[in-house]
């Protein structure tokens, strides 16, 4: 009896959506199992078969009481387990965030310290390719920036008071353009011939 329903599980359960309707001729065979038996049938049924557990009921109801406490055990059962799978997900998906939480953290703690004391740091041998690396282009900035101003102090020495716009467009130009606005102040008749080009 139980050699029979195992092979017709096994040929008619897999991707099967009316088991509700293909085990009723099986129905006497399935009362003779015990409730172990019925419940790995079940952990069979629902892990390999696609009927619902509704639509299973009224076979599960004819076959008696022990048929409903395996369906119980099995519904529990499969209930943690998508409970152990959802908790281990959302478990998951915090970490992920808490991390990423701390990561921008303290990028913002280093980016504090840099701008407070990163010379400090650097001479204390605490380096690192990230410090270095900031380091190089707030050092590249102020260049730029340095650059800038003395192009506009030489400007503003040969034709006297700049524009705002003027001054706007050389303190944004880039370390190439402050360059050939160094080399029009020679021949330039105005702070607009010198930006315009």
């Known amino acids: ?31 003779e199992l015990t409730e172990p038996q019925l419940r790995r049938l079940l952990e069979y ?9 509704k639509a299973l009921l009224p076979l599960i109801d004819r076959i008696g009481p022990h048929a409903k406490g395996a369906m119980v055990m ?39 310290q ?5 010379r400090d740091e650097l001479k204390k041998g605490l380096r690192s390719e990230v410090l270095a690396e900031l380091l190089t282009e707030e050092w ?16 503003s020495y040969r034709f006297g008071a700049l524009s705002d716009d003027v001054t706007s467009i050389v303190r944004a130009a880039s370390p190439a ?4 606005y160094s080399r029009r102040l020679f021949t330039a008749s105005s702070a607009d011939d010198v930006v315009g080009g």
């Open 45 to 53: 049924i629902f892990t390999v078969g696609s009927t619902s557990a």
């Open 1 to 31: 009896m139980i050699v029979g329903v195992a092979l017709a599980a096994l040929r008619l359960v897999p991707g099967n959506t009316h088991l509700d309707e293909d085990l009723e001729p099986l129905e006497e065979d399935l009362r």
């Open 114 to 118: 840099l701008t407070e004391g990163v």
């Open 74 to 112: 099995i519904s529990q059962a499969i209930r943690d387990e998508l409970a152990e799978g959802l908790r281990d997900e959302v478990i998951e998906g915090l970490r992920d965030e808490v991390m990423a939480g701390v990561r921008d953290e303290v990028i913002e703690k280093l980016r504090d």
């Open 177 to 180: 353009q402050l360059k050939e």
């Open 140 to 155: 590249a900035g102020g260049r730029v920036q340095g650059q800038a101003e003395l192009v506009i102090d030489q400007m």
